[in-house]
């Protein structure tokens, strides 16, 4: 079993910055990919950002230039440094780890509100 834990949600002004972190424990074989997705409110869940083991990373076109994914695979830890926050990234982001099967955390909520 795998376990995904997700921190760094908060509530922001517009243009601040956040970062989230996700922290995988379990019995984990291989790591193809870690990532985050996001689900704002009546919104289906899109793809924020991913890194694969060998440090590849993919990001979706709304975040390119703000947000920054990277990860440390002695931790099994992904991070998502968040820059230039807008109104529209207000979300629950959820942290994904690729294996044999893909497992999802529970989420963090992202508000981004003057």
């Known amino acids: 079993q795998v376990r995904l834990v997700e921190s760094g949600g908060d509530l922001v002004q517009p243009g601040r910055s956040l970062r989230l972190s996700c922290v995988a424990s379990?019995?984990?074989?291989?790591?193809?990919?870690m990532g985050w997705y996001r689900q704002a409110p009546g919104k289906q869940r899109e793809l924020v950002a991913s890194?694969?083991?060998?440090?590849?990373?993919r990001y979706a076109d709304s975040v390119k230039g703000r947000f920054t994914i990277s990860s440390d695979n002695t931790k099994n830890t992904v991070y998502l440094q968040m820059n230039s926050l807008k109104p529209e990234d207000t979300a629950v982001y959820y942290c994904t780890l690729a294996s044999k099967q893909t497992y999802w955390g529970q989420g963090t909520r992202v508000t981004v509100s003057s």
């Open positions: 890194i694969t083991s060998d440090g590849s990373t």
């Open positions: 379990g019995n984990i074989l291989r790591t193809y990919s």
